[in-house]
């Protein structure tokens, strides 16, 4: 089973920008996508972005599009978001996802395996 561990969450202002990180414990996710999701409270989780197998193509949900940027590392087994530009409604939990297929889905249901969650809190 693959584990996963985000970090570099936490509290920034308006306008300001954090680096998020995923390493995962085993190689095997060379093949396979890797994707970001948030959720907000009592909301279902949200789609932010995809990339994949080899990190040669990326997409994006429309909220961010334009000011968060996924990339990985498949030396270290690591992907990452880097968000600027943040607003306060792009605070929620974070959460990493191994991806189902080589190629990012935009579902949920597309990703297999799951981070414990990073909180980001942007004040305004």
């Known amino acids: 089973q693959v584990q996963l561990v985000e970090s570099g969450g936490g509290l920034v202002q308006a306008g300001g920008s954090l680096r998020l990180s995923c390493a995962a414990s085993?190689?095997?996710?060379?093949?396979?996508?890797m994707g970001w999701f948030r959720q907000f409270p009592g909301k279902e989780r949200d789609f932010v972005a995809g990339?994949?197998?080899?990190?040669?193509?990326?997409n994006y949900g429309d909220s961010v599009k334009g000011r968060f940027t996924i990339s990985r590392d498949n030396a270290k087994n690591t992907v990452y978001l880097q968000m600027n530009s943040l607003k306060p409604e792009d605070t929620a939990v974070y959460y990493c996802?191994?991806?189902?297929?080589?190629?990012?889905?935009?579902?949920?249901?597309?990703?297999?395996?799951w981070g414990q969650g990073t909180q980001v809190t942007v004040s305004s």
């Open positions: 990339i994949d197998y080899v990190g040669a193509s990326s």
């Open positions: 085993e190689r095997t996710v060379y093949h396979n996508a």
């Open positions: 996802a191994v991806g189902r297929f080589a190629y990012a889905a935009a579902t949920a249901l597309d990703y297999a395996y």
